[in-house]
């Protein structure tokens, strides 16, 4: 793994770790600094761990194996919100133990699964030719993702669950999206958030 050199906006000190946040009718983010700040939640609810037991110790979850293939791969982009503030979407997602770091970045491991971090960005990287969607990514990263639950969070008549591609809507089963190269994918649970539509990914990913 390779940290890109130019990554996504409104990186910020957090725990060693950083998001972002955004503006409704601004251009689209880009691989460079943004003025506006993100808004972190109060607890480690919003600062979910990168790995589950099973996805530390390399094991098979469902379909998905951890290897040492070198296949290429693209980036999608997700960005997540309960009750208005930024969820931060940790490096090291989808790397098994020992993982090998870099500041803020995780740059290998033990092995690693079809999809994974490697930063704080929200990048999820993806194997080329695997056919993947957000519901492997939230089962990789060892959480819940339904349309009664995200995380740790419950959804409820104050606690509505909104997703939306590149965009728009979706009108679809959550975990049905499909992480396709440079999907832009926001949910929202609560409070709804100002933000870019769709997210500018660095050349070459």
Same mark, same amino acid.
């Given at each position: 793994?390779?940290?890109?050199?130019?990554?996504?906006?409104?990186?910020?000190?957090?725990?060693?770790?950083?998001?972002?946040?955004?503006?409704?009718?601004?251009?689209?983010?880009?691989?460079?600094?943004?003025?506006?700040?993100?808004?972190?939640g109060p607890t480690s609810g919003w600062r979910p761990l990168a790995l589950s037991p099973r996805s530390a110790a390399g094991g098979r979850i469902g379909r998905l194996r951890c290897t040492h293939a070198r296949g290429r791969r693209f980036g999608a982009h997700l960005e997540l919100f309960v009750d208005?503030?930024?969820?931060?979407?940790?490096?090291?997602?989808?790397? *098994?133990?020992?993982?090998? @770091?870099?500041?803020?970045? #995780?740059? /290998?491991? =033990?092995?690693?699964? +079809?999809? %994974?971090?490697?930063?704080?960005?929200?990048?999820?990287?993806?194997?080329?030719?695997?056919?993947?969607?957000?519901?492997?990514?939230?089962?990789?990263?060892?959480?819940?993702?339904?349309?009664?639950?995200?995380?740790?969070?419950? *959804?409820?008549?104050?606690? @509505?669950?909104?997703?939306? #591609?590149? /965009?728009? =809507?979706?009108?679809? +089963?959550? %975990?049905?999206?499909?992480?396709?190269?440079?999907?832009?994918?926001?949910?929202?649970?609560?409070?709804?958030?100002?933000?870019?539509?769709?997210?500018?990914?660095?050349?070459?990913?």
């Amino acid at each position: 793994m390779r940290p890109s050199v130019r990554r996504r906006s409104c990186c910020v000190a957090l725990i060693g770790l950083a998001c972002a946040g955004c503006g409704e009718q601004a251009p689209p983010m880009r691989g460079r600094l943004d003025p506006a700040a993100p808004r972190f939640g109060p607890t480690s609810g919003w600062r979910p761990l990168a790995l589950s037991p099973r996805s530390a110790a390399g094991g098979r979850i469902g379909r998905l194996r951890c290897t040492h293939a070198r296949g290429r791969r693209f980036g999608a982009h997700l960005e997540l919100f309960v009750d208005g503030l930024d969820v931060v979407i940790p490096p090291g997602v989808g790397v *098994a133990l020992p993982q090998h @770091r870099h500041g803020a970045y #995780v740059t /290998g491991g =033990r092995c690693s699964y +079809p999809l %994974r971090t490697s930063d704080p960005t929200g990048v999820i990287e993806v194997t080329r030719g695997a056919a993947l969607t957000l519901g492997d990514f939230f089962d990789v990263w060892g959480q819940p993702l339904s349309e009664r639950r995200v995380l740790g969070f419950s *959804a409820g008549a104050r606690r @509505r669950l909104a997703v939306l #591609v590149n /965009g728009q =809507r979706w009108r679809g +089963p959550v %975990r049905a999206v499909a992480l396709r190269r440079h999907v832009s994918i926001v949910i929202e649970l609560g409070r709804h958030v100002a933000r870019h539509p769709v997210y500018l990914f660095p050349a070459g990913q």
